[in-house]
């Protein structure tokens, strides 16, 4: 009794500073006008994400698999976007205002969501996630009366996790792998061009821009990587279930992974302040309740 009480604290615990997290993440945005950049929409699209998911986490089957679904979905598809967005910042700096306008980053989050919902409600309202492809839970009595009471469980077809793995993981992993690798050649030969052509006056304005550049792919291609290395194990069990055509997962090791993957909720707030000068400074002056001199919100205003 007392370990299950301590359980639920933790994991209470653990839900409420990520949403405060993200809450506080999308506030910085807001507040501070340095952060008022195109790039930034795909950071508060992240931070929507990882607060809906929290929130969805415990509600039932039909919840639970499209916070699973249309979150992991929207999670990588805008990690994807941002790399491409890192690539035409860095590759063609000149070209990039023309080239990533507001209405071409809302016509992308707008397909990104559109796409992940679709995923989710299309495949469980087809019955494609079950092995028999029946629509599951459709009058609401095929409940598990386990020991604990009743729970609903999440059914799903082999092939269907296979193909989902593949399309809304693995693949979009290997594109963004395939721009990062491609960011960083081209930023090292950026380097060596204005170190070996630009005058100095030049090439210190150069190089400034140009790291200012780098710092934030950088700090975007390691929030990347936190993404990869917390759901890496849930994916890659699930794929092994498929191959093996297992249909029950085994609850400890599903916990345990799934808990690994909202891992990654709770990381992204503490990346953004730590790897950017910018979101670290709006985020303490909210925590401190401090006037931003680069821009607030009325409701933040001191009396």
């Keep these: 009794m007392m370990f299950t009480t301590l359980r639920w604290v933790v994991l209470v615990a653990f839900i409420l500073l990520t949403i405060c997290g993200n809450v506080l993440v999308c506030l910085a945005v807001a507040t501070c006008r340095r952060l008022h950049q195109i790039s930034s929409c795909f950071i508060l699209s992240l931070a929507v994400t990882d607060c809906t998911r929290l929130t969805c986490c415990?509600?039932?089957w039909y919840f639970r698999s499209l916070e699973l679904r249309s979150g992991?979905?929207?999670s990588i598809l805008t990690l994807l976007a941002i790399s491409v967005d890192r690539y035409l910042a860095i590759s063609n700096p000149l070209c990039y205002p023309r080239r990533v306008t507001p209405r071409r980053v809302g016509i992308t989050l707008t397909a990104i969501w559109t796409c992940s919902l679709a995923v989710s409600f299309v495949s469980i309202n087809l019955g494609w996630n079950t092995p028999d492809f029946r629509v599951q839970n459709l009058d609401w009595d095929m409940w598990d009366?386990?020991?604990e009471g009743r729970t609903c469980c999440y059914e799903w077809n082999n092939n269907d996790v296979l193909l989902k793995a593949f399309l809304i993981f693995y693949l979009p992993l290997l594109v963004m792998c395939g721009i990062y690798h491609r960011i960083f050649c081209v930023a090292r030969e950026q380097v060596r061009r204005i170190r070996a052509t630009a005058p100095s006056f030049a090439q210190a304005a150069n190089a400034a821009a140009t790291a200012r550049e780098h710092k934030a792919t950088v700090t975007l291609a390691t929030v990347l990587g936190a993404f990869v290395i917390c759901w890496f194990p849930y994916f890659t069990y699930f794929t092994c279930m498929g191959m093996w055509a297992e249909t029950h997962p085994n609850k400890l090791t599903d916990s345990i992974v799934l808990w690994l993957g909202y891992l990654n909720s709770a990381l992204n707030p503490i990346l953004y302040p730590a790897l950017n000068r910018d979101f670290r400074?709006?985020?303490?002056?909210?925590?401190c309740c401090r006037r931003s001199n680069q821009g607030e919100l009325p409701f933040l205003r001191p009396f």
Excluded at 281 to 287: E, N, P, R, S
């Design 58 to 60: 415990w509600v039932c």
């Design 72 to 74: 992991r979905c929207a």
């Design 145 to 147: 009366k386990g020991e």
């Design 281 to 287: 400074q709006a985020c303490g002056q909210l925590l």
